[in-house]
């Protein structure tokens, strides 16, 4: 068994536009996705996700590059040939059998006995908990039970790979939810590799042992939950899962724990962490830092990174309370737990305030500019 | 007045289907009931109707006879076969129109959108020339001098083999290849239609799990149609069964169909009561093959309108 279940290699995937122009859907990707891993493909709809997984599952070919399944290279073998099974984000039921004859079909494509077939279709049925929908067609389903037949129908075959392509995109949100954490529980339960599509971050991070964050068609980064949101390589993986305040500077000096970056919005310089690899002396730069990162503090207690502002409002939204701020030139936002309850509307920030913000340099990261 | 009617859905509904059910009322309900009146009466020696309640014609069109030599009576076949004839006809041209259409409806619908208008409206224009004139082109290619014999004979001569023009107008099969060129647009269209509406996630689906091109059309793209099948051969099977112009064109005085028999009671043998009764057999005869044929297949809208 090959140590990865899935690799991309350079593949770049070519479209031609309805004007003419080719596109590269998928723009030199690589990625290696390890066996029995929950691995998320997250990123806006176009960013070349879905096309990833369509290539994956021999849906495309990739125009160059290649994709490998248990290291076997998989060139132009069919779908029916490759040991990987897909749920569609439209479940692509077939409407004209009942639930029993969906989940049954790729078996009795295999050949399988009927009695073979009867057991494993209850026992699909019964991971999913649909036993005793058999004999319901589809349309009698509800979304979320569809959804389910569509998982059993590609589980049943006992795939090495179950690639999913937004597949809870259709659910409320309380039923997403319910089933965001009833595939990871089957997937760990079965221990077959997951690949995930999704444009939802939230539920990226909340499934996915590892996420590989995509943008026209380019592997952003990939990375574990935490490291993508708390070591983001970049200024657009920074920006696009949670939010950041951002600000341009010039690269002053460089070592491998901390960086001095001259912002000239706060006329000062800044101390941060160096997080993008290949940063070069002297270079423009941008220094990141979540709002939730941000202490606002009265005194000053620290004599860098510690900047003077002014509050310009105020939002309550339950957990936290955001404040907004001047801070010299640059505007920042500052997202503050409320920790402790309370009513008196004096013991919450107001508009106009000066207070101390400070940026702790471990939070503060120093990105490469695009 | 209109306020009310604003807020009433059932009146709008009723308002809304008032003018075809007039329409409809007017122009076939009554013809109908007119029809089984004069199929009971009997014709007057100058060819006008004598309203009378007589079953004459239907003892008539079932061949019970006295007039049979020797016997007491006899039962003439006469009309059996024409019948039988229309229905076989009827049969073979949806068989035919079935075959011919599908492939073309299935690579219409899997063309590129922008293609498959062209397409479409390729197998449209036929439909702007006169069913008339369509069925008198046919003439033209299928006599002893026409276009195909020219043709077969060009080819017989290229090879060198010795070549007599072949005998095809007149002939059932010349009406069969008539009914079959008019009746195919409204075989392809409805398939189309059906085919089209299949999301091409379901073949992808099919093949990930393992069915090759072959066992995907069988099993998912094929009942997925049928409804479009289905509609098809309503379309198709019950004008074949009526139309009288391509056997009188193509098919002269050897292929009488019940069509036929309808059409020279009115304008030749002026006996409106038998030829009213003969509409009334067919329009039975029609509806009792339908009522089979959706009791087994449906209207073909189940799948599609679930």
């Known amino acids: 068994m090959s140590e990865f279940a899935v690799e991309l290699r350079g593949v770049v995937k070519k479209f031609i536009t309805p004007e003419g122009n080719e596109l590269n859907a998928v723009d030199h990707v690589t990625m290696q996705i390890r066996n029995g891993e929950f691995f998320s493909m997250l990123g806006s709809s176009g960013c070349g996700k879905t096309t990833s997984l369509r290539m994956i599952a021999g849906f495309e070919w990739p125009t160059e590059g290649e994709v490998y399944i248990e290291g076997k290279p998989m060139g132009h073998t069919p779908p029916f040939q490759r040991r990987v099974n897909t749920v569609f984000q439209s479940y692509a039921l077939f409407q004209h059998m009942t639930v029993f004859e969906n989940v049954a079909f790729g078996l009795e494509m295999e050949g399988s006995s009927k009695d073979e077939i009867k057991k494993r279709v209850a026992h699909a049925l019964g991971m999913v908990q649909l036993t005793g929908m058999e004999r319901r067609k589809p349309k009698q389903l509800s979304g979320g039970q569809q959804q389910r037949v569509a998982v059993a129908r590609a589980l049943v075959k006992v795939p090495d790979v179950l690639l999913l392509d937004e597949p809870l995109g259709a659910l409320d949100l309380k039923l997403r939810k319910e089933m965001q954490l009833e595939l990871k529980a089957l997937q760990q339960q079965l221990g077959i590799t997951f690949i995930y599509v999704t444009h939802d971050q939230e539920e990226a991070l909340t499934m996915s042992d590892r996420i590989a964050v995509m943008s026209n068609g380019k592997v952003q980064q990939i990375g574990t939950p935490v490291e993508i949101y708390e070591r983001p390589t970049n200024p657009f993986v920074a920006d696009f899962i949670g939010e950041s305040n951002f600000f341009a500077g010039t690269l002053k000096s460089l070592s491998k724990f901390e960086a001095r970056v001259h912002v000239p919005l706060l006329n000062a310089e800044v101390i941060g962490l160096p997080v993008s690899a290949n940063l070069v002396n002297g270079e423009d730069v941008v220094v990141s830092i979540r709002p939730e990162k941000v202490r606002i503090a009265e005194k000053e207690t620290m004599s860098t990174n510690f900047f003077r502002g002014r509050i310009t409002n105020t939002v309550y939204i339950g957990t936290d309370t955001h404040v907004y701020l001047d801070v010299c030139d640059a505007k920042l936002k500052v997202y503050e737990q409320n920790r402790i309850s309370r009513l008196d509307p004096r013991s919450f920030y107001s508009v106009g305030q000066e207070v101390g913000v400070m940026l702790m340099p471990e939070n503060t990261l120093v990105l490469k500019k695009e | ?306």
């Open chain 2, 1 to 306: 007045m209109f306020q009310r009617l604003r807020e009433n859905k059932s009146a709008q509904g009723t308002l809304l289907a008032l003018p075809t059910t007039l329409w409809l009322f007017v122009l076939l309900i009554i013809p109908l009931i007119l029809t089984l009146i004069i199929s009971f009466g009997k014709r007057s020696p100058d060819g006008d109707v004598i309203f009378t309640f007589s079953m004459d014609n239907y003892i008539r069109l079932i061949g019970y006879s006295t007039d049979c030599g020797g016997q007491a009576w006899c039962i003439d076949p006469l009309y059996y076969t024409i019948l039988w004839r229309s229905l076989t006809l009827a049969f073979n041209t949806t068989v035919l129109v079935i075959l011919l259409g599908y492939p073309l409806a299935y690579f219409i619908a899997r063309a590129h959108p922008q293609r498959r208008n062209l397409f479409l409206f390729m197998v449209l224009i036929p439909l702007w020339t006169n069913f008339v004139i369509r069925v008198y082109a046919w003439m033209m290619l299928l006599r002893k001098e026409g276009g195909i014999n020219i043709a077969l004979g060009w080819l017989a001569n290229l090879v060198g083999i010795p070549f007599q023009p072949l005998d095809m107008l007149y002939t059932p099969g010349a009406v069969l290849v008539g009914m079959v060129y008019e009746f195919l647009p409204f075989m392809i269209l409805p398939i189309f239609t059906s085919l089209e509406k299949i999301d091409t996630s379901l073949y992808e689906a099919a093949a990930d799990l393992g069915a090759n091109a072959i066992k995907t059309f069988l099993r998912v793209t094929l009942p997925l149609s049928m409804p479009g099948v289905v509609a098809g051969t309503i379309l198709v099977f019950i004008p074949v069964m009526g139309t009288f112009i391509v056997s009188d064109i193509l098919g002269g005085r050897q292929v009488i169909l019940v069509g036929n028999l309808i059409q020279r009671q009115f304008l030749d043998a002026r006996d409106p009561t038998f030829g009213s009764a003969a509409s009334l057999i067919l329009m039975v005869m029609t509806l009792i093959v339908t009522y089979f044929y959706t009791r087994k297949f449906g209207f073909g809208e189940e799948i599609v309108a679930a």
